[in-house]
Nanobody, 122 residues
Framework: QVQLVESGGGLVQAGGSLRLSCAASGSNFRLDAMGWYRQAPERQRELVADITTGGSTSYADSVKGRFTIARDYGKDTVYLQMTSLKPEDTAIYYC????????????????WGQGTQVTVSS
């Protein structure tokens, strides 16, 4: 199994910044892509940004130019630097990792963190 632990959420004023972190842990696993999703009240969960093992990144149009995803491969950790935050960025942010484990016969599965609240006040 792979456990994902997020940190860094909180309350910030519009125009401010926050940095989210997500560390993966477990035994006998290999990480593939990692990313961040978010879910606002009464809305579907949406992809914010992701990063492959090769370092390729993609972003939702709504966050391009404001958010940056990065990864520390040695620490199995992914970060989301959020700047110029807007009230519409308010949501629960979830870390996602695609990973293969020996337990599952190295089949790729999705793993999720518990979520961290980001609230942007106007």
């Amino acid at each position: 199994q792979v456990q994902l632990v997020e940190s860094g959420g909180g309350l910030v004023q519009a125009g401010g910044s926050l940095r989210l972190s997500c560390a993966a842990s477990g035994s006998n696993f290999r990480l593939d892509a990692m990313g961040w999703y978010r879910q606002a009240p009464e809305r579907q969960r949406e992809l914010v940004a992701d990063i492959t093992t090769g370092g390729s990144t993609s972003y939702a149009d709504s966050v391009k130019g404001r958010f940056t995803i990065a990864r520390d491969y040695g620490k199995d950790t992914v970060y989301l630097q959020m700047t110029s935050l807007k009230p519409e960025d308010t949501a629960i942010y979830y870390c996602n990792a695609q990973a293969r484990t020996r337990t599952t016969g190295w089949v790729k599965n999705d793993y999720w963190g518990q979520g961290t609240q980001v609230t942007v006040s106007s």
